[in-house]
C-alpha cells in the first residue's frame, strides 16, 4: 500500500513562510488530482489548493496570492509553498491525491503537518 508523508511543517512567526512537502514511499500511476488540506482540531477538513491533471490549480480564496501548489514527478512528491503566513492559517496540513485505476478512483491521504503561526 503506497502511503504519502508530509514534512516541512513548524512554528513560524507571522508573516512567515514555510514549505509543505508530501511524498509517496511508491510512484502512483493514474494520479488525476493532487490537494492539500487543512483541519483545525474539532472542525471540518478544508481543502486549501489542487492540481488537477498536473496542470490546472485552484486555492481557497483566504490564502490566494500566499499559497502555491507545486509537484515534482522526478521525486513522486508535491509541495505547498505557504508565504505571508497568518495565525489564522495555524492548522495541521494535509495531503491527499486521487489516482485512476481502471474504472476505480483510490485516495491516498499523508497522516498530516502540524503548521503554528505565532503572531
Known amino acids: 500500500q503506497v502511503q504519502l508523508v508530509e514534512s516541512g511543517g513548524g512554528l513560524v512567526q507571522a508573516g512567515g513562510s514555510l514549505r509543505l512537502s508530501c511524498a509517496a514511499s511508491a510512484y502512483i500511476p493514474g494520479i488525476i488530482a493532487m490537494r492539500w488540506y487543512r483541519q483545525a482540531s474539532g472542525k471540518q477538513r478544508t481543502l486549501v489548493a489542487g492540481?488537477?491533471?498536473?496542470?490546472?490549480?485552484n486555492y481557497a480564496d483566504s490564502v490566494k496570492g500566499r499559497f502555491t501548489i507545486s509537484r515534482d514527478n522526478s521525486k513522486n512528491t508535491m509541495n505547498l509553498q505557504v508565504n505571508s503566513l497568518k495565525p489564522e492559517d495555524t492548522d495541521v496540513y494535509y495531503c491527499?491525491?486521487?489516482?485512476?485505476?481502471?474504472?476505480?478512483?483510490?485516495?491516498?491521504w499523508g497522516q498530516g503537518t502540524q503548521v503554528t503561526v505565532s503572531s
Open positions: 492540481m488537477i491533471n498536473g496542470a490546472t490549480t
Open positions: 491527499n491525491t486521487g489516482a485512476r485505476t481502471g474504472r476505480e478512483i483510490n485516495d491516498y
